[in-house]
T-cell receptor, first 115, second 114 residues
Framework: AQSVTQLDSQVPVFEEAPVELRCNYS??????LFWYVQYPNQGLQLLLK??????LVESINGFEAEFNKSQTSFHLRKPSVHISDTAEYFC?????????????FGAGTRLAVHP | DGGITQSPKYLFRKEGQNVTLSCEQN?????MYWYRQDPGQGLRLIYY???????QKGDIAEGYSVSREKKESFPLTVTSAQKNPTAFYLC?????????????FGDGTRLSIL
């Protein structure tokens, strides 16, 4: 069975510090990988995605994630966080097994940036 | 701007009452989805539809029903059979019917029991 594990439910960090949100997946087939961000009382917004090609993907607001096939990981990083980055972050995997493929979400990591 | 509109933003249900959550998209997407979000549990798939007039049960379909009569609309009914309906409900859509495209989300409806 496929699954996505986000290793930290909450990550507190000070403003301008670096942060890493960890995500591991389990799948017997190839996957696409996504990070979504959710601000309070809002829907999810796609932050970045890995479909193929370069294993390092970047978002427009300074986040990056690296696909590591051997470690089945897709950790999200930012070298310097802002207060506005406070949100919940979801890692998701899309197994490519033919036919309809269900997007599998992790439980989420709540990032709290403190001044 | 294209997007997904969910309404209402907040909804209250009395015991034994059915309520319907609206989801409309103008992205011309074929596939639409309903998720339930509970604290600490991520998103769980309730129903999905790959094409008009067709829909499939997700992981937690019991106590819910849907219809897909139009491409742009995918309403979700929370029936009285759903014993724990208090949650945040998210609607999403994606271009492809096979689901291998990023999903776009609405801003959600928060359902509470009176």
């Amino acid at each position: 069975a496929q699954s996505v594990t986000q290793l930290d439910s909450q990550v507190p960090v000070f403003e301008e510090a670096p942060v890493e949100l960890r995500c591991n997946y389990s799948s017997s087939v190839s996957v696409y990988l996504f990070w979504y961000v959710q601000y309070p009382n809002q829907g999810l917004q796609l932050l970045l995605k890995y479909l193929s090609g370069s294993t390092l993907v970047e978002s427009i607001n300074g986040f990056e994630a690296e696909f590591n096939k051997s470690q089945t990981s897709f950790h999200l990083r930012k070298p310097s966080v802002h207060i506005s980055d406070t949100a919940e972050y979801f890692c998701a995997a899309l197994p490519l097994s033919g036919g309809y493929n269900k997007l599998i979400f992790g439980a989420g990591t709540r990032l709290a940036v403190h001044p | 701007d294209g997007g997904i509109t969910q309404s209402p933003k907040y909804l209250f249900r009395k015991e034994g009452q059915n309520v319907t959550l609206s989801c409309e998209q103008n992205l011309n997407h074929d596939a639409m989805y309903w998720y339930r979000q509970d604290p600490g549990q991520g998103l769980r798939l309730i129903y999905y539809s790959q094409i008009v007039n067709d829909f499939q049960k997700g992981d937690i379909a019991e106590g819910y029903s849907v219809s897909r009569e139009k491409k742009e609309s995918f309403p979700l009914t929370v029936t009285s059979a759903q014993k724990n309906p208090t949650a945040f409900y998210l609607c999403a859509s994606s271009p492809g019917g096979t689901g291998n495209q990023p999903q776009h989300f609405g801003d959600g409806t928060r359902l509470s029991i009176l």
